[in-house]
Every structure is written in C-alpha cells, then in structure tokens.
C-alpha cells in the first residue's frame, strides 16, 4: 500500500506529487553521476499545501516527505517513489526520520527559538545521502521572527533540502514566504470517500463509517476518531445536547463549566503519556543520576521543557473546546437547514429529535445569531480570552437567541 493510498479525496494532488517525487529521485541520481538530470523537473525546494480542517493537508506533506526518503529496491526496476513499506517510507511517515523534522506549533505561535536548531538543519546535508525536509504543520502560527528566519533559509535553500509548509490558506502565510513556494490546495473531500477510507483502513462497519463521515462532513482525523473511538461519540452526544440544557442562566453556567472541563480533562489525558516520555528523555540525555537526580547546572533546561510542556496544554485544551464548537456549529447549521426548508443532507441525523425540537421552538433569525455567538467565542479563543468566560459568554448568547 504507497504513502498516497493515506490521501482521501486528493487524487489531483496526489498526482502532481508522485510526478514531483520521481522528479526528485531523478535529481538524486543525477548528483551522484549513474544518469542525467531531468530537463524539466516538476522538484522544487519548497512546497505551501493548504486546504480546509480535516482535508488532510499535513499528512499529505508527510506522504510526499515519505516518498522522497523511500529507498524501495523497486525504483531501479522503475517503481515509483512512495512504496509505504521500505524503512525511509516507514520512519518519515511515523516521524523518526533521521532527515524528517517536523515543526509544530507548542502553543499558540511557533517562536523563533523553536525554529533556530530547525533552520540551522536545513543548511546541512542529508544523513542518507537523499533529501533534508523540513516539514511545518502550522506555517499560520509562525510569529514575525520566526517567519523572518524561515524566509531566509527558503530564500537560500541548501542543494538537497526541501521546506513543506502546511497553513489552512494562503493568505494565512507571508507573501515573501508564499510566493517562493510551490501552492497546492486541498478540498475537503466527500462524505462517501471518507465513509470508504474508514471501511478500508480501519475496518469499520460501513453504517458507523457513513454515519462519523456525515457528521464530520469530511473531515478525515475527526471521523476515523468518532468512528473508532466510543469516548468520543460520548464526548460528541454531550455537546449536542448542550443546547437543549440552557434555558435559565444557572444551566447557562453549568454547561459552560462542564464543557471546559470536558476538554480540560481531554487535554490532560493527551499530555500525560507525552509529558512523561519527554522529561525521562531529556533526563536520560542530561545524565540523570539513579534517583532522578539532575547534574548541577540543568534546572535551567528542565524549566524551559515545563513551559513547553504547560504551553502544549493550553492549545490542547483550546483545540479540543474548539472541535465542540465545530459540532455545535454544525448542529445550528442543520437547524437552520430545517427551518429554510433546504435540501442540504443533514449532518447530525442521530440527534433528529433534538433538531426539531431547536428548529420549532425558534426562528432562522436567532439561529443565525447563535451561529454567530458560537463564532466569536472560537474568535475570543483565539484572542487568549480565559476559556471559562469565553464559552460562558456564548451560552448566555445561545440562551437569548
């Protein structure tokens, strides 16, 4: 099975990139003197991939990084690059590479001395004799000093590096930066092909596939985990029903404290396991005496990892109150459907009653008002407005309609 078998929905895309990928084998055989250069070689230093939530725009870029460090036997034989089983497909694809960083927003932006060591590796050359990637998951959060430092390693790039932005749009990436990159954008791909990856890949059921794809209208991470996941449908179903729960100002306070600390908890569960392994490697690398014991002189270290650690946190709680109010959104959105009289399918087909129940009791007026409460409390998220007054704030607004 290749690395493009992961691209749901992006076959335009994931042939331009198998193009570019034989392009690039080519350019590495040519540097080592067995065969000329392509003349017209669809390669290029540095790639901008956007797209939509849940498209899959970063692991379409792990794909393609996957597939310029494949070192399959068959490529002599003529296969393409990307071959999914060969140790440079494996590593770059769960991210031990040795010629694969990733980069990733800790926070809320990507700072300029999270991108010092990156920038200084992609001046070297490759470990294995093929490609440096330096692969970006959120080129959006790059703060102004950290952009500037990716600009100029973009500008002057090293002869076998190659820089993978991934950003939900263009517009969200400076224009010094985009313009000297490759633009690809993906599109969120349909409710069927996501309903038939998860029958596929992971052996659901095709009613519980269909019915995680219409409810997540697309979005690939977030349907394969409500799919597999019963927590999570749980976690889902509790926030769907939240609208019917804040008639008085008391259940307006209840509901919003109960969905931060839903997602407090969530964040939690998701950083212990990684928090953990983190400090006993950086431990084991400071040479940490039998008994936990630091050398003197690397408390200074320790602390700077419990920042990063405690600024992880925070976006992953950020993140996962973000994902409830996608689907509360989601859930107005199919009232709003209702109340119009629109054919658009409905999303949230397991909470039917509860969308009658909403479409009756209110007029499209006020659900447009409450699709826009939801908004700006994502919008003060986004501004560091505490989280508990933020979600208080729009179940009052959801309460007045």
């Not at 000297?180 to 038939?196: E, G, I, K, M, Y």
């Not at 690397?298 to 996962?320: F, H, N, P, W, Y």
Request: glycine fraction near 6%; aromatic fraction near 2%; include cysteine.
């Amino acid at each position: 099975m290749s690395v493009w078998d992961d691209l749901v929905g992006q076959e335009k895309v994931g042939e331009q990139l198998a193009a570019a990928a034989r392009d690039a084998d080519a350019l590495v055989t040519a540097a080592s003197g067995d065969a000329p250069p392509p003349e017209a070689s669809k390669m290029t230093h540095a790639w901008l991939f956007t797209g939509p939530p849940g498209a899959g725009v970063t692991r379409t870029a792990r794909a393609f990084a996957a597939a310029l460090q494949c070192v399959s036997p068959d490529r002599a034989l003529g296969g393409a690059p990307g071959c999914g089983f060969c140790d440079g497909c494996h590593t770059a694809l769960i991210g031990t590479h040795a010629d694969v960083t990733t980069v990733a927003a800790v926070g809320t932006q990507i700072l300029a001395e999270d991108m010092r060591d990156t920038v200084r590796k992609s001046f070297t050359s490759p470990a294995n004799g093929r490609w440096q990637v330096i692969l970006v998951e959120d080129a959006e959060r790059l703060n102004e000093k950290s952009a500037n430092a990716v600009l100029k390693a973009v500008e002057e790039p090293a002869p076998r590096t190659v820089w993978l932005l991934c950003a939900p749009s263009i517009e969200d990436v400076l224009p010094t930066i985009r313009s000297r990159c490759r633009h690809l954008n993906l599109r969120t791909p349909s409710v069927a092909a996501v309903a038939d990856m998860l029958v596929r890949r992971e052996g659901v059921e095709p009613d519980v596939a269909a019915a995680a794809a219409r409810a997540t209208q697309g979005h690939v991470d977030r349907a394969r985990r409500l799919a597999t996941d019963p927590a999570a449908r749980e976690r889902r179903a509790t926030v769907l029903r939240l609208p019917l729960r804040i008639d008085e100002i008391g259940g307006c306070l209840k509901a919003a404290q109960e969905l931060v600390d839903a997602a407090t908890e969530d964040a939690k569960v998701l950083a212990e396991e990684l928090d953990s392994k983190e400090t006993e490697e950086l431990k084991a690398a400071l040479g940490a005496a039998q008994g936990g014991r630091l050398p003197r002189g690397t408390a200074g270290v320790m602390k700077d990892l419990e920042d990063k650690q405690k600024r992880r946190r925070t976006r992953t709680q950020r993140d996962s109150l973000d994902l409830a109010l996608t689907d509360l959104t989601g859930l107005y959105r199919d009232v709003l459907a209702l109340q119009l009289g629109s054919r658009v399918a409905i999303a949230n087909a397991d909470a039917e009653d509860t969308l009658e129940r909403l479409a009756r009791g209110s007029s499209p007026e006020s659900t447009l008002r409450r699709i826009e409460a939801i908004a700006a409390c994502r919008d003060a998220l986004d501004r560091n407005v505490a989280p508990l007054l933020a979600v208080e704030a729009m179940t009052m607004a959801l309460r007045a309609g």
